[in-house]
């Protein structure tokens, strides 16, 4: 099947600053790819959709100044999450539809996640 | 975006075969009906996606009726490692449709 790919698995990182993190589709090209958030025993959060070479559309409620998604090619989508606070502690994955749906159905793929504590 | 209504938790015991149905009552003509398996700290894992009717692969079956109100996962035989929270996800394909989460069902899988 499709791999997606996040790294850093795990980041800690102080309170005000940065941290990035990559989703990369590995076999295939995405046209779309979308950012989640989820919080222990708690569902999925869809933070934002972004699409390759546009800017990135954001739910209601996530800050887009805060968390900067760049979707500069068909196989590699980032997030960043700028001045980082204890309340962005969470574990963020990534989902990426394939651009030839033909081959891969409707299905979307998703990363093994990544875990980010702020300190 | 149709909503799903899933059953917030089931236990079974291994060798069983595990039901889990889905309601999504507003489901629109071109959403697709796709399913999720979630470990503790690792992201959803596909498990099986289908439009009407039976789709049945190698892990599960998924069974929807004509209306397609609903949907219902069919997990054969489960064993200890089936042990995780089960997705059940409506949407359209391509472009900008987004994949909305609701609660989940949390699989207890007992020896």
């Known amino acids: 099947g499709a791999v997606v790919s996040q790294h850093p698995s795990r980041v800690i990182c102080k309170s005000g600053t940065s941290v990035k993190i990559e989703c990369r589709s590995l076999?295939?090209?995405?046209?779309?790819m979308f950012w989640y958030r989820q919080f222990p025993k708690q569902s999925l959060m869809l933070m934002a959709t972004?699409?390759?070479?546009?800017?990135?559309?954001?739910e209601q409620g996530v800050e887009k100044d805060k968390f900067l998604i760049n979707h500069a090619s068909l196989t590699l989508s980032t997030l960043t999450v700028t001045s980082a606070h204890p309340e962005d502690s969470s574990f963020y994955i990534c989902?990426?539809?394939?651009?030839?749906?033909?081959?891969?159905?409707?299905?979307?793929?998703f990363g093994e996640g990544s875990w980010l504590t702020v300190v | 975006l149709a909503k799903t209504t899933q059953p917030i938790s089931m236990d079974s015991y291994e060798g069983q075969e595990v039901n889990i149905t889905c309601s999504h009552n507003?489901?629109?003509?071109?959403?697709?009906i796709t399913w999720y398996q979630q470990f503790p700290s690792q992201g959803p894992r596909f498990i099986i996606q289908?439009?009407?009717t039976k789709v049945t692969n190698e892990v599960a079956s998924l069974f929807i009726p004509a209306d397609r109100k609903s949907s219902t996962l069919s997990l054969p035989r489960v064993s200890l490692s089936d042990t995780a929270v089960y997705y059940c996800?409506?949407?359209?394909?391509?472009?900008?449709?987004?994949?909305?989460f609701g609660a989940g069902t949390r699989l207890a899988v007992h020896p």
């Open positions: 989902s990426a539809r394939p651009r030839d749906r033909a081959n891969s159905g409707n299905t979307i793929y």
């Open positions: 507003n489901i629109a003509t071109n959403d697709y």
């Open positions: 972004s699409n390759e070479g546009s800017k990135a559309t954001y």
């Open positions: 076999d295939f090209q995405a046209t779309t």
């Open positions: 289908g439009y009407k």
């Open positions: 996800l409506v949407g359209a394909s391509g472009g900008y449709n987004k994949l909305i």
